[in-house]
Each structure stands twice: as C-alpha cells, then as structure tokens.
C-alpha cells in the first residue's frame, strides 16, 4: 500500500494486521465531545477547532473531516504546511493558520484559501508586495499582544494595523484575536487582566469605525472556568479529545476519552527478589516479579512529559514526595498501563522502544495480549499505525507504513 494511504473499510469485519502496536481513535467519543462544547458555548457563539500537531496526535485528517461533517465553524492549525494538508485532503471548512507566515509562504496561503494571523508590520508589507503583483483576496485575522508574551501588534498599535489592512486591496480583515497565558491556573487575575485588555482593544476598534470582527480569546480552560470570555468565537482542543486543561477544574462537561495507544505484550518472564530493571539499573525488585515488555518507549511518547516549574512551595513539595515514595518502591505513583485482566505498573526506566510493566496482578496474560499505555498524544510517532473506531466497529484505518499482510486486529478492549 501507498506511503500515508487511508484504508476506507466498508467490510468492516476484515481486519488488518498492524503490528506491534497502534492507536485507536474513538471517532464516536469525539463527535460526543463535540456536542458537549456546543450546548456549553450555545447557538451564537462560533467553534473554531484546533487541529494543530496532527489533531493532537489523532490524525488530521481525519479528524477534520468529522468536525467538519458535525457543522464546525472553523479549523485552527499551527503552519501553512498543516493547512495546504487538509486542503489537498477535500476539507472545504475555515482554516485559520496560527503560526506567523514567511513571505515564500504568501502563494500557499492564496491558493489553498488559509485565513492567515498577521502579527508585525512586516508581514502587512509582504501582504501588500504580494497582492499588488499577484491580485486575489486573502483572509487574515490580526493578533494582539496581551500578555502571552508571544508575537503580536501591542494594543496601542492595532487600530492603525486593522486600518492599514482595511485599506490594501485583496487584503480582508475578517478577525481579532489574542491568547491567554494562563486560563488553567486556579487564580484567574491574569487571564482577567488580559481579557480586559483585549476588550479594550475591541472597544476601540468599533470607536474607529471597524466593526464586525470575529473576535476571539477564549480557550477551552476559559470555556470551562470563564464562559463570559467567549466573545464570538472559542477555540477548543484539549476538551474535543476528552481531556480537561488541568486536574483542579470542575467536570461540568460529560467528556469522552478519544484515545488510546495500544501494545502488545512481546515477552514475558519471571524476575528474582534483588533483581534490577532497565537500563541505569534504576528499579530493583523487593520480592519476586512477573514482568512484560512492550514494544514501545519514549520514541512513542512513553513517559515523555514536559517539564514544568512548580506552580507554588506546596505543588514543589508534593512532587518531591512523589518522587521520594516511589524510589521507596510505592507502585502508586508509577505510570499504570491497563490490560485486560488488571493494571500493571511501568518499572525502571523507559527504553528507547521497548518498556517494562510489573504485571504480577495481572490476570490471564501471555504473549500477544493487548495493553493500553498513558502517552503524551502530540509525542507519539506520527508512523504508528491509527485505528479509527464508531460505536466498536472499525471505520478505517490509516498509516505511513506499509504492512502486506492481512488478518487479524481482533476485539477491542
């Protein structure tokens, strides 16, 4: 099969062989997430779906077709090059591009219709050189600077900015946003600070006469803690993949996980009371252990997780002893992976593709049997093989890798 070809499945009891390991997404779980934000945003407000870093590991594509078959108003991606994607793929939705372009950038953005953000001076003057040679129209929406610290025009500057677009032919100011640094935290004075500000700079752009803007800031931490900042429109991607910005905030949506890396169990062995683990010989056992290893590891996103400063003293001291207890041994605080017949406990360090997990609780486990690992999604390698699911029942599936032989995926768990 074809590098990146997607297997449309119509038979949907035939059954692919995938390898080793592979990602299931649950294609029914997000259009439930879909639905949730809608009733929670109401009717007059737009949803811009962030799809940026292959939709947050779930594929794009395919993700953006859903989206765009349950009415979404707007797509959000990080470059160009994610955009020009999902155009050659059919989706005929909105797209607004992120990141701040390049001039060589400019025809990709014309041809494939990419609402682009204009952030400088600079890039208003690219705009006008390339119009004024090449004709045609293209979408931008202006950012402001309130406080992410980021790119953007800084607020004293945006009027001037929204009327030096207005006046260059083919150049349609269609929007007005900025972004907020810290919505997931538990004190909201910043976000409030830069929201205030940002409706400030709304206000003066409707005193200069430049009215109707989609105007946007809210976030899905702001969708769920600060629904007054939703303005026009709110982007969403965390909450449409079934996860909450932060642990603290109140589930006030029925989320639906929508992902899931699964393994299978390529051996397994009986280790000795004293025996180490891993490389660095980082865990050594305290009694006798069953133990199964996996074929993934950081290459996949196994235990790949940024590093964050300590929001307060006590959130430093609660890591500190979370770190102390588990060199004691307390399985607790280790990664679980969940099997069939129980939950494991990932032991020693992570390899680079293969892991380990004491499985000693573990019921009926052999080789061949299926795991489901807690990864971090934007990590995962983008050649792992990507299920998609509805209601149990195989939809499609699709990969960069070719695989030639057939049978068998089997039940999922």
Known sequence: MAEG????????????????????????????????IRQRIGPGVKLLGVVKADAYGHGA??????LEEMGIDMLGVTNVAEGKQLRQAGITVPLLVFQPFSPDEIPCLAQFDLTATVASQEALSWLQ??????????????????????YGFWPK???AAAREIIAIPGLFLEGVYSHLAAAM??????????????QKVCADLEKAGIKGLIKHIANSAALVDLPEMSLDMVRVGTLLYGQYPS????????????????????????????????YGRAFKTRCPLRVAV???????????????????FFDLLKGMAKLFLTYLGWDKFRSPVLFPGGTGRIIGKVGMQLTMVNVSGV??????????????????DSGIPKVYLEAGRIMTISRTISVSTKPELGRTE
């Open 61 to 66: 594509v395919e993700v953006s077709r859903v």
């Open 247 to 278: 642990p603290h905030m109140g589930k006030i949506l029925a989320l639906k996980d929508t992902w899931c890396l699964k393994a299978k169990v390529v051996y397994l062995r009986q280790l000795p009371r004293g025996h180490t683990v891993g």
């Open 129 to 150: 050189q390339w119009l004024e040679k090449n004709g045609g129209t293209i979408k931008v929406h202006l950012k402001v600077e309130t406080g992410m610290g980021r």
């Open 363 to 380: 019921k009926e486990i052999q080789v061949g049997t299926r795991a489901c690992l807690p990864v971090r999604r934007t990590a995962i």
């Open 185 to 198: 935290w538990k004190n909201k004075s910043y976000s409030r600070t830069q929201f205030h500000l940002f």
């Open 294 to 312: 996996l074929p993934v590891g950081f290459v996949d996103g196994v235990q790949l997780e940024p590093l964050f400063k300590p929001a307060s």
């Open 5 to 36: 070809m997607v297997n449309p499945m119509p038979d949907l009891t035939w059954q692919e062989e995938l390898g080793p390991r592979w990602v299931e997404v649950d294609l029914g779980a997000l259009k439930h997430n879909y639905q949730e």
């Open 157 to 159: 500057d945006v009027v």
